[in-house]
């Protein structure tokens, strides 16, 4: 898969979360990091455009049951800008 590079200024209080992240192995770097987020975000956005294949309403709590699994809180970290 082919990559794209892109700048991104972050306020020093998110790049301290990210780092520790990393340091605590969940991730080998802090691109990893930032991948992953921007994945979350992406899945998250499309929970409302599932295909009825039968029972959407539980592929929705399946997608929602894998979120809920987050070894972090990302409320906390979205609190960490303002």
Do not use: C, H, W
């Not at 992240?21 to 599932?50: C, H, M, P, W």
Request: no cysteine; glycine share 4%; charged share 35%.
């Amino acid at each position: 898969m082919e990559m794209a590079v892109t700048q991104v200024r972050l306020p020093e209080g998110l790049i301290t979360e990210i780092d520790k992240l990393v340091n605590k192995g969940f991730y080998t770097n802090k691109s990893d990091v930032i991948r992953d987020a921007i994945r979350k975000l992406v899945l998250e956005k499309q929970i409302g455009s599932i295909p009825d294949t039968g029972d959407s309403v539980k592929e929705v709590r399946e997608i929602r049951k894998k979120l809920s699994k987050e070894k972090f809180n990302l409320n906390k970290i979205n609190q960490l800008n303002k």
